[in-house]
């Protein structure tokens, strides 16, 4: 695979676990070393491959654990203040013209305020930040290890799942943070809403080879969901109101609560608000079958509960086992077949398996289990894309009642129909799913007294369609009808559909292309405290030239000698200082970044301080070995 990241660009990396995701990353960031090819950074552009976290108990703060990313930064502010004291010194102003520009590049004046207001946006309040890093839990410290990375302004950033330990409002505070990146961010993720809102480039590994296409996600396509019956229907469980103790001596409030079949419940609020307590508090209580307080549950009631660490699943038994407790033993094997589950691992014991396998496991068990109460803990995680896909559907396909905590946003906007939030030791009740949470529609109670309702708005005016979101349709479309197995025996109408594929892809790509800045070019250098820039012309032979002050510099290369002029409108005029930079600039980029044995320039009135020599008649020259020479790279 081929991959060239221009400062601008924020590529996702998607794919199924085992595409080679974490590979390619650990490629980029030198961790690895590739069988063949090369992995080349433009200078003063390392990568960040973070440490582990565990180095950041070696702090005495989870302050200063947090600040350990910052240490490039400071080591450049002590060089700037240095330089400070001696800028009558030989090129130490613009050595400090340099520096200051690279300090601000990064977001140095910025960067603490920056880190503060992520590990708020992270769960850790300022009174936390002072205590010592070994009362965090791993997850903790790797949310506080990544807000250090996301204030540092690393000009080349590479991140394995950076929202895996995120809650959803946590993920769209690093989501924030990356969309206004100024360097080059690569990431995986494979949560949908977290890619759409973080990138400008979507890298998808796939059969070991990589496609790289500008633009995001469209997430118009939800999944079909199955709606219960309803609040005329008896309740499974009801509650006149729980209290339920929580990690620190805190409790848990509730008011009446009634879960109905049919149901869809999001349970969300920040850490250690009770959403895993409160799941496996109904699922205990199931179990004993009495009831806690004004709790009860309404006749025979089937629970599952799907914890995030076995999954439902019994870790005695093998993945087969567990699954042919609910089905026969052909459909447990068909559906593990569907959700990737490893033939390798079918006859070892759950508690035994990967996370991953154990989560795929998991997965096949819900598509088989016919209960009337589910309950899941931490619904997609340790799940890739194309389970995620899968999973949306089990859940949505179900007439039974769930319960639900999840961090993939796609996931809980496209099933829930209730949100339970849980703030500040109480749970607020909402009706309209995500969307009325959001809006804070609160669901009403039996008894309380309906608010005054406002006059309807007017109806927006219909608005013409995206016509990347009619493409995107076109091309899901296209996809399932590929998918269909009937087809496979009609090969002719199989290629014209996939050639039609090909075509919607390159369309789609296009009007993505359209709505999205150019990227920035690829080449740069400084000359006469300047930075000039060039990129590839489009056929490939020779650069051009970004312009300075409405001037340009224009290259045609001819028999392996390059032509170099400049362009001045008539209405402008560059000073002799500038005009020998630009002259100079597209020299050094000429000779660095193309295959010629000489430059030469014509100019009857030349500028001092060219790198050309003068070779008479307004004539000058400078051939490859003289340039080398300048450059120290030959005596």
């Given at each position: ?5 221009r400062?601008?660009?924020r ?8 595409s ?10 030198g ?21 582990p ?12 654990a ?8 400071r080591?450049?502010e002590?060089?700037?203040?240095a ?21 601000e590049?990064?977001g ?18 300022a ?10 839990s791993a ?18 950033l ?5 929202d ?27 949560d949908r ?16 080879s ?40 805190q ?24 959403r ?8 205990r ?15 025979p ?43 390798s ?8 398996l990967?996370v991953?396998?154990?989560?795929r496991a ?7 289990a016919?209960v009337?109460?589910?309950l ?8 890739d ?10 859940l ?17 906007r496209?099933?829930?129909?209730r ?18 949470w ?8 039996p ?31 296209l ?5 269909e197995?009937p ?5 002719e ?10 075509e919607l892809?390159?369309q ?5 292309a359209?709505?999205?800045p150019?990227?920035?070019?690829r ?15 489009e ?11 409405g ?5 045609r ?26 002259i ?6 000429t ?5 010629v ?12 301080g060219l790198?050309l ?5 307004g004539w000058h ?12 790279w030959?005596?």
């Open positions: 695979m081929s991959l060239v990241l400062r601008g660009m590529v996702a990396l998607a794919g199924a676990h085992g080679g995701k974490s590979l390619l990353l650990q490629l980029l960031s961790m690895a070393e590739p069988l063949s090819g090369t992995v080349t950074a433009a200078p003063g552009a390392a990568p960040v491959p973070p440490e976290p565990a180095k950041l108990l070696e702090e005495p703060t989870v302050r200063a947090a600040e350990r990313a910052l240490a490039p930064l080591e450049l002590r060089h700037i203040r330089l400070e004291h001696r800028l009558d010194a030989p090129g130490a102003f613009a050595e400090y013209a340099l520096l200051t520009e690279q300090f590049r990064a140095g004046y910025t960067a603490e305020a920056d880190l503060r207001a992520l590990l708020a946006a992270f769960g850790f309040p009174e936390t930040l002072d205590l010592p890093p070994g009362f965090l997850g903790e410290l790797r949310r506080v290890q990544l807000a250090g990375i996301l204030s540092a302004g690393a000009p080349v590479l991140l394995d799942q950076p895996l330990d995120l809650t959803g409002e946590m993920r769209q505070a690093a989501a924030r943070r990356l969309k206004g990146w100024r360097g080059a961010v690569l990431f995986s993720s494979h809403e977290f890619i759409r809102e973080s990138c400008t480039h979507v890298a998808e590994l796939a059969d070991g990589l496609r790289l296409r500008r633009g995001t996600f469209t997430l118009k396509r939800h999944f079909q969901t199955v709606r219960g019956h309803g609040a005329s229907a008896r309740p499974l469980f009801s509650s006149d109101g729980l209290q339920l103790p929580l990690p620190g001596g409790l848990l409030r509730t008011g009446p609560l009634a879960v109905r079949p049919g149901e869809r419940i999001l349970v969300t609020g920040p850490p250690g608000s009770g895993k307590e409160l799941l496996r508090f109904l699922a209580d199931h179990r004993s079958g009495r009831g806690a307080g004004s709790g009860a549950w309404h006749g009631v089937s629970v599952m509960h799907m914890d995030a660490h076995l999954f439902g699943l019994d870790g005695a038994l093998s993945a087969a086992e567990n699954l042919e407790r609910h089905m026969s033993p052909q459909r447990a094997g068909q559906l593990l077949e569907l959700t990737g589950f490893t033939r691992g079918r006859q070892q014991a759950a508690g035994d990967p991953r396998e154990r989560a998991g997965l096949a068990l819900l598509f088989g016919d009337d109460l589910l899941i803990e931490a619904a997609g995680e340790h799940l894309l194309p389970r995620r896909q899968l999973l949306g559907e089990a949505a396909a179900r007439e039974g009642a769930l319960i639900f905590s999840s961090a993939d946003r796609f996931l809980a496209s099933i829930a129909l949100v339970w939030d849980l703030t500040d030791g109480r749970l607020a009740d909402y009706r309209g799913g995500v969307a009325g959001e809006h804070g529609r609160l669901r009403l109670e008894d309380a007294e309906a608010p005054p309702q406002d006059k309807p708005a007017a109806p927006a005016p219909e608005t013409a369609p995206d016509p990347r979101d009619v493409l995107e349709e076109r091309l899901l479309a996809e399932d009808l590929l998918a197995a087809l496979k025996n009609n090969p109408l199989t290629r014209r559909l996939e050639r039609r594929r090909t892809t390159g789609l790509m296009a009007a993505y359209s709505g999205l150019e990227p920035a070019p080449f740069r250098v400084r000359e006469a405290d300047r930075y000039f820039e060039a990129d590839r012309s056929d490939g032979s020779g650069l051009e030239f970004s312009p300075l002050a001037s340009r510099a224009w290259l290369v001819t028999d392996s000698v390059a032509h170099l002029g400049v362009d001045t409108p008539a209405d402008r005029c560059l000073l002799p200082r500038y005009r020998a930079a630009l100079n600039a597209a020299v050094r980029l000779f660095q970044l193309l295959p044995s000489a430059v030469q320039h014509f100019d009857r009135s030349p500028p001092p790198l020599h003068a070779a008479g008649n020259v400078l051939n490859v070995a003289d340039f080398e020479r300048l450059e120290g030959r005596p």
